[in-house]
């Protein structure tokens, strides 16, 4: 798993941004998916309605958070990506913490669209920073690493948030984990300093200069595999963050399990299957996607359809344990997209507009992801309530596993166009 980072850099301080990126991305998803968990005692204490839930869990985190991505990720390309992620560490553990004190739901609403501001400058800055620190035929495999921090985080949020829900009250989760990334952030910025500022872009890239949004917006609209890579990787997650949402409350409801057991199986199935699947999809990458730029769409492509009859026997099991042991494997496989994808979008651009294709790329990726996905299921679910009753929630998010579906056509379409799109290995039209 050892990344040599760039030739005749400093590998253990490249290390240690790597880490302290890691830590922080980890924060950053326990933050945004603790919510999943303390939905069923929100819902109780606040009275909330699963659309409300829905809500509150997907588009008040979505709307600033895909926002306001792109006019930070401007900033980012010109000044320095350390500070700016630093600040954005802070905000969204502040507001996390706010969250502990609402007493209604447009409270915690506002409250989460205080989390997606600052999550707002957190992750597209990394990406082009990680892109700096490694060559390119290491990308999907630096950038998987990072994404550690999804499965990780979201993990640890759902099992911390049901043991500090159970044993002491919803609040306290808040308060606790806003609490730790406020005292992370000094040291996210003593560790944390931008490369470009001590040393040139890796393997013979040459930085180019400060462009405007326009450029960066004509280059992208120029690239068909762009706009197919985010919109098939906007597909998946919709039902990925719809799951990390729904599925602790699915299996309280339609089990019977308590909050505290649906937090520890859940947080099991996404710290091992999710760790498996992100270092999987990031090795092949770097391994076929030299060869062939294609690869980069393929592997996804092929993990999403692989999902689907997974999911299916997973969602529809009787019993606790084979539902766990089932889920296990779609969770590796929807989550092979993020090494190969990010590193692609990476590749799409140079180095002086990646910050913002990454931006642009998240804004359409969690836009349609959380801000459609989660509340979708949530719909859906109050819909069939009328006719499955508690089983509601089961029948929402099958009918959710035809999302990967659509995601594996249009990455399929994608891989045939990387090979031209990419970066410095064809001509550009004027």
Same mark, same amino acid.
């Given at each position: 798993?050892?990344?040599?980072?760039?030739?005749?850099?400093?590998?253990?301080?490249?290390?240690?941004?790597?880490?302290?990126?890691?830590?922080?991305?980890?924060?950053?998803?326990?933050?945004?998916? #603790?919510?999943?968990?303390?939905?069923?005692?929100?819902?109780?204490?606040?009275?909330? +309605?699963?659309?409300?839930?829905?809500?509150?869990?997907?588009?008040?985190?979505?709307?600033?958070?895909? =926002?306001? =991505? /792109?006019?930070?990720?401007?900033?980012?390309?010109?000044?320095?990506?350390?500070?700016?992620?630093?600040?954005?560490?802070?905000?969204? $553990?502040?507001?996390?913490?706010?969250?502990?004190?609402?007493?209604?739901?447009?409270?915690?609403?506002?409250?989460?669209?205080?989390?997606?501001?600052?999550?707002? *400058? =957190?992750?597209?800055?990394?990406? +082009?920073?990680?892109?700096?620190?490694?060559? &390119?035929?290491?990308?999907?495999? &630096?950038?998987?690493?990072?994404?550690?921090?999804?499965?990780?985080?979201?993990?640890?949020?759902?099992?911390? *948030?049901?043991?500090?829900?159970?044993?002491?009250?919803?609040?306290?989760?808040?308060?606790?984990?806003?609490?730790?990334?406020?005292?992370?952030?000094?040291?996210?910025?003593?560790?944390?300093?931008?490369?470009?500022?001590?040393?040139?872009?890796?393997?013979? !890239?040459?930085? !180019?200069?400060?462009?405007?949004?326009? &450029?960066?917006?004509?280059?992208?609209?120029?690239?068909?595999?762009?706009?197919?890579?985010?919109?098939?990787? $906007?597909?998946?997650?919709?039902?990925?963050? *719809?799951?990390?949402?729904?599925?602790?409350?699915?299996?309280?409801? $339609? %089990?019977?399990?308590?909050?505290?057991?649906?937090?520890?199986?859940?947080?099991?199935?996404?710290?091992? =299957?999710?760790?498996?699947?992100?270092?999987?999809?990031?090795?092949?990458?770097?391994?076929?996607?030299?060869?062939?730029?294609?690869?980069?769409?393929?592997?996804?492509?092929?993990?999403?359809?692989? @999902?689907?009859?997974?999911?299916?026997?997973?969602?529809?099991?009787?019993?606790?344990?084979?539902?766990? &042991?089932?889920?296990?494997?779609?969770?590796?496989?929807?989550?092979?997209?993020?090494?190969?994808?990010?590193?692609?979008?990476?590749?799409?651009?140079?180095?002086?507009?990646?910050?913002?294709?990454?931006?642009?790329?998240?804004?359409?990726?969690?836009?349609?992801?959380?801000?459609?996905?989660?509340?979708? #299921?949530?719909?859906? $679910?109050?819909?069939?309530?009328?006719?499955?009753?508690? !089983?509601?929630?089961?029948?929402?998010?099958?009918?959710? @596993?035809?999302?990967?579906?659509?995601?594996?056509?249009?990455?399929? /379409?994608? +891989?045939? %166009?990387?090979?031209?799109?990419?970066?410095? !290995? +064809?001509?550009?039209?004027?």
């Amino acid at each position: 798993m050892m990344l040599s980072g760039l030739e005749g850099g400093r590998p253990g301080r490249t290390g240690a941004v790597m880490a302290m990126l890691l830590i922080a991305y980890t924060l950053n998803f326990i933050d945004r998916q #603790i919510i999943g968990i303390l939905a069923v005692p929100i819902k109780a204490d606040l009275g909330l +309605s699963d659309r409300q839930l829905g809500l509150m869990g997907g588009l008040a985190f979505a709307l600033f958070y895909s =926002g306001l =991505g /792109i006019p930070i990720a401007r900033l980012a390309d010109r000044h320095d990506r350390g500070l700016i992620m630093t600040v954005s560490l802070a905000l969204w $553990s502040l507001m996390t913490a706010l969250c502990g004190l609402t007493q209604n739901f447009w409270q915690i609403f506002a409250a989460r669209l205080g989390v997606g501001v600052g999550e707002a *400058g =957190g992750v597209a800055p990394a990406y +082009s920073l990680i892109a700096d620190l490694y060559p &390119a035929e290491q990308r999907a495999r &630096a950038l998987a690493i990072y994404s550690f921090g999804i499965p990780i985080g979201s993990a640890s949020g759902i099992v911390f *948030g049901g043991i500090i829900a159970t044993l002491i009250d919803w609040r306290y989760a808040f308060f606790i984990v806003g609490l730790l990334g406020l005292l992370l952030a000094p040291l996210f910025r003593k560790v944390v300093r931008d490369p470009r500022r001590e040393r040139p872009a890796p393997s013979g !890239e040459e930085r !180019e200069p400060y462009v405007g949004l326009g &450029a960066v917006l004509r280059l992208l609209a120029r690239k068909p595999s762009f706009w197919l890579l985010s919109v098939g990787a $906007s597909c998946s997650s919709m039902m990925g963050y *719809g799951l990390f949402f729904w599925l602790p409350s699915f299996l309280v409801r $339609s %089990f019977g399990i308590s909050l505290l057991s649906a937090s520890l199986h859940y947080g099991a199935i996404l710290l091992a =299957g999710g760790i498996a699947g992100i270092w999987l999809g990031g090795r092949m990458a770097d391994a076929l996607g030299q060869g062939n730029r294609g690869a980069y769409a393929l592997i996804p492509a092929v993990a999403f359809l692989a @999902t689907i009859p997974f999911y299916a026997a997973g969602i529809s099991a009787q019993s606790i344990l084979p539902a766990i &042991a089932l889920l296990l494997v779609p969770t590796a496989l929807g989550l092979v997209w993020l090494g190969p994808v990010l590193a692609a979008i990476q590749g799409l651009a140079p180095a002086s507009m990646r910050s913002t294709a990454s931006a642009a790329f998240l804004f359409i990726n969690n836009l349609i992801g959380i801000g459609v996905g989660t509340p979708a #299921i949530g719909w859906l $679910s109050d819909y069939l309530k009328a006719s499955h009753g508690e !089983e509601a929630l089961r029948h929402a998010i099958l009918w959710g @596993t035809s999302f990967y579906v659509i995601a594996a056509l249009l990455l399929l /379409i994608a +891989s045939r %166009f990387l090979p031209r799109d990419w970066h410095g !290995e +064809s001509a550009l039209p004027g």
